[in-house]
């Protein structure tokens, strides 16, 4: 019998116990703020989702995914908070205290909702498209490629603060509305704001996990281990690579919509550098090769923040440093190689115990008469 952990068919039922767990979360909480920051801790599986898929999966470490994630949730607040203007007041008011006396063309896409929707995913998985397919192209890689990443973040996060007119700049935008859709009210205290993140998680989720065990994604996992021998063999490296750096950063732009809709804000601290290696965090310590497990990994480490940073303040950050260094010395395939280990070994013990009548007889042969 072989592990458990590398089965096909239990890994899909250990994935629906999972997504079964988190569906019956709001029929067991009557607390409004605690389902709030449960649906928020589901925006940073998202992430974690993201990170997973690109660097455990694809070997492309990506410190930078605050880009695309900062740049979908910009999107997602700029068309909540032109759906609160009139055509008597079309202007937001961080315009007009900037002395703006006009709609920026930026801003004209996101007086539709759809439209506005549509710009908010497409601008950042345009952009990672772009970028990857320009990085990839070049065959920069590894540790270069992570330092690109960062510096291109810090570039967005030093133009989205100085452009205070357009963006809010330090104060960043705050609609005042819940997000509406369809003539739907998205409360974000409320079990559909949940649900709503819900099957995001849920539908980003299996389509990673379904790429993965594609014939795409062992390709992408074989250039991870090798790029060089799967370039021998005939394969567009470049291609691959930025087919899942752009899904990953499609996965990150669609997290950041959901987070202004459950927040109702944005700022350039969503383009921090420290919360995008924050990310990469999640994923290690839940498992960088595990979807699952780096989902776990983005509750546990922030559910451990929201409930033990106050009480340590400055002191969590150290806590945290000394975790993660443990897991990377310890465990370099996260939290996640635990329950594989112990896959393994139960598989090893019923291997040992039990045999065959033809193994049972050459162990122990009947003493001649």
Same mark, same amino acid.
């Given at each position: 019998m072989g592990n458990l952990y590398y089965n096909k068919t239990a890994q899909w039922i250990a994935y629906a116990a999972f997504f079964a767990a988190l569906a019956i979360v709001p029929m067991a909480i009557d607390d409004d703020f605690l389902l709030n920051q449960l649906a928020t801790y589901g925006v940073y599986g998202m992430l974690a989702l993201s990170i997973s898929l690109c660097w455990g999966f694809g070997g492309i470490l990506n410190l930078g995914q605050g880009i695309a994630f900062g740049l979908g949730a910009y999107g997602m607040a700029m068309t909540m908070q032109m759906q609160t203007q009139t055509e008597s007041n079309p202007i937001p008011p961080i =315009?007009?205290?900037?002395?703006?006396?006009?709609?920026? +063309?930026?801003?004209?896409?996101?007086?539709?909702?759809? &439209?506005?929707?549509? *710009?908010? @995913? $497409? &601008?950042?998985?345009?952009?990672? /498209?772009? !970028?990857?397919?320009?990085?990839?192209?070049?065959?920069?890689?590894?540790? #270069? +490629? $992570?330092? =690109?990443?960062?510096?291109?973040?810090? $570039? *967005?996060?030093?133009?989205?603060?100085?452009?205070?007119?357009?963006?809010?700049?330090?104060?960043?935008?705050?609609?005042?509305?819940? +997000?509406? #859709?369809?003539?739907?009210?998205?409360?974000?205290?409320?079990?559909?704001?949940?649900? %709503?993140? #819900? #099957? /995001?998680?849920?539908?980003? %989720?299996?389509?990673?996990?379904?790429?993965?065990?594609?014939?795409?994604?062992? @390709?992408?996992?074989?250039?991870?281990?090798?790029?060089?021998?799967?370039? !021998?063999?005939?394969?567009?490296?470049?291609?691959?690579?930025? =087919?899942?750096?752009?899904?990953?950063?499609?996965?990150?732009? &669609?997290?950041?919509?959901?987070?202004?809709?459950?927040v109702q804000y944005v700022s350039p601290a969503q383009l921090d550098v420290g919360f995008s290696i924050s990310m990469v965090i999640w994923a290690a310590i839940g498992g960088r090769m595990s979807l699952i497990g780096s989902i776990i990994g983005a509750f546990v480490i922030q559910g451990a923040q929201s409930y033990l940073g106050d009480a340590f303040l400055s002191t969590w950050l150290l806590i945290l440093g000394g975790f993660f260094i443990i897991i990377v010395r310890f465990l370099p395939n996260g939290l996640a190689s635990l329950l594989e280990a112990a896959l393994g070994l139960l598989a090893t013990k019923k291997k040992t115990t039990t045999k065959t009548p033809r193994e049972s007889n050459c162990a122990e042969p009947v003493p001649a008469e």
């Open positions: =315009m007009l205290n900037n002395g703006l006396d006009y709609l920026p +063309f930026l801003w004209w896409p996101f007086q539709n909702t759809a &439209v506005g929707l549509i *710009f908010a @995913v $497409a &601008v950042p998985t345009l952009f990672c /498209a772009v !970028f990857g397919g320009i990085m990839f192209r070049a065959r920069v890689s590894g540790p #270069f +490629f $992570a330092i =690109m990443t960062l510096a291109m973040l810090s $570039a *967005f996060y030093t133009i989205i603060l100085d452009q205070q007119a357009y963006t809010g700049g330090v104060n960043g935008i705050t609609p005042p509305a819940p +997000f509406q #859709f369809a003539g739907i009210e998205i409360e974000p205290y409320s079990p559909l704001a949940y649900w %709503t993140v #819900f #099957f /995001a998680l849920l539908t980003a %989720t299996v389509i990673a996990k379904l790429i993965t065990q594609s014939s795409f994604g062992l @390709v992408t996992q074989a250039i991870r281990d090798d790029a060089e021998r799967v370039r !021998f063999l005939g394969y567009g490296v470049a291609g691959y690579e930025t =087919m899942i750096y752009t899904i990953s950063g499609l996965i990150a732009a &669609v997290a950041g919509c959901l987070w202004v809709m459950l």
